[in-house]
């Protein structure tokens, strides 16, 4: 449960570590897929109430539970990534709000196969917190809903019932553990 907590002020660099980036996405109308990315590099520059958030995926770095053919596919296919010719996600807002109760909101630019779109994200962000390194860190948990169609992943199969076997719809979640840059 996100604590009313105080204004964010500074430069900070997602640790990777400790850090994770998702989507699922409805399969065969039963379950949801679920895959990630290993690698992101995010950079977060906040004043009070107002930050602004510049994010880098490269899309080699998807990590799938399947066999290599699956992930060749999804990752290089010109049916999803196309990571060959568009080797990484980016995303670039201005224009995230921060409330004094924990809360975000805010919209974005979304980049994926070369073509950007504007997604509104919804989520919470922790108190600054003094780590046993000598460093400040804060982060935050975030959820947006998208249409996998507005970047041209417009793949799909018919069930024998004549219905979706992949759903358009894809939530993108990310927990970005933020050190302070100073």
Not at 2 to 7: E, F, G
Not at 25 to 32: A, C, E, L, R
Not at 78 to 106: K, M, Q, Y
Not at 148 to 154: A, L, N
């Amino acid at each position: 449960m996100p604590l009313a907590t105080q204004p964010i002020n500074g430069t900070f660099v997602s640790d990777p570590v400790h850090s994770s980036f998702q989507f699922a996405v409805t399969h065969m109308q039963v379950g949801n897929f679920r895959a990630g990315f290993d690698t992101f590099d995010v950079r977060v520059e906040a004043d009070d109430q107002i930050v602004r958030m510049e994010g880098r995926v490269p899309a080699e770095s998807l990590t799938i539970k399947n066999p290599p053919e699956f992930r060749e596919h999804v990752l290089n296919g010109e049916d999803f990534f196309d990571a060959n010719n568009h080797p990484d996600i980016l995303f670039s807002s201005s224009d995230v709000r921060l409330a004094e109760d924990g809360t975000f909101s805010g919209d974005g630019e979304l980049t994926i196969r070369g073509i950007t779109h504007v997604i509104s994200a919804t989520g919470t962000y922790e108190p600054l917190v003094d780590d046993p390194f000598g460093s400040r860190r804060t982060a935050i948990e975030l959820k947006a809903i998208v249409d996998r169609r507005k970047w041209g992943m417009d793949w799909q199969m018919a069930l024998p019932n004549g219905t979706d076997s992949l759903g358009y719809e894809v939530e993108l979640t990310a927990h970005i553990e933020l050190v302070e840059q100073r």
